[in-house]
């Protein structure tokens, strides 16, 4: 049931042969990347490697969003990376100044 | 469809860009140091997102027809506020933790 949902989804359209192994291969190696992450954000001994970890969360979740984007052949997913981009950008400065001064704005 | 050596480009380019990623969050997760982890997310984990990036623009001026440098932007501006963020994380840990700093180098 579930195969027939996932086959009549509209993915892979547009993509020639070699994008398309490309793109399971690149979205199995972002798995393995994000998992790796959440490692150090379970083990990290200190908040800021918890910081840093959230922040590459947010950057490995942005390019498999430019991936989907690039598999499902349209352009709406772009606006979704650019605001995941931008709020984990304004979130870690905001953790790290609150870390380093007590205060966001002074 | 798609001619052959721009699809060749496109997949290439998609596969360099995840095994840099792998790269960076191996290097986040394996690293025994603050400092020394740093060094993964700021800059290979930037350029495996800023490969992605290149290869849907590619993908994209293709399929459109048209050029469309909409994921430039963000390339630019991960590009511009990942050194940002790590540098506000150095300061955030050298405030909290003493210690962590190395020696300066005699003179």
Not at chain 2, 62 to 84: D, G, Q, R, Y
Request: aromatic share 10%.
């Amino acid at each position: 049931m579930m195969a027939e949902f996932l086959s009549k989804l509209p993915v892979f359209t547009q993509v020639g042969p070699y994008t398309r192994v490309a793109l399971v291969i690149a979205f199995v190696l972002f798995a393995i990347a994000l998992l790796l992450t959440l490692y150090r954000l379970v083990r990290g001994p200190n908040v800021e490697d918890r910081i840093l970890s959230l922040d590459t969360l947010y950057v490995n979740a942005l390019a498999v969003t430019i991936l989907l984007g690039i598999a499902f052949s349209t352009s709406v997913f772009f606006e979704a990376a650019l605001v995941i981009g931008m709020l984990g950008f304004v979130g870690t400065v905001v953790m790290a100044k609150f870390l380093s001064r007590g205060d966001i704005v002074e | 469809m798609m001619p052959i050596w721009l699809d060749i480009v496109i997949a290439a380019l998609i596969v360099i860009g995840a095994s840099f990623a792998l790269v960076g969050a191996f290097g986040l997760a394996k690293l025994s140091d603050f400092l020394k982890r740093l060094h993964g997310p700021t800059k290979a984990s930037t350029l495996g997102v800023g490969c992605v990036l290149i290869a849907s623009i590619l993908y994209f001026t293709f399929v459109n027809k048209s050029p469309s440098a909409h994921e430039l932007l963000i390339t630019i501006f991960i590009f511009m506020t990942a050194p940002v963020s790590a540098h506000l994380l150095v300061k955030a840990a050298l405030a909290m933790h003493k210690g962590m700093q190395p020696p300066p180098p005699r003179s």
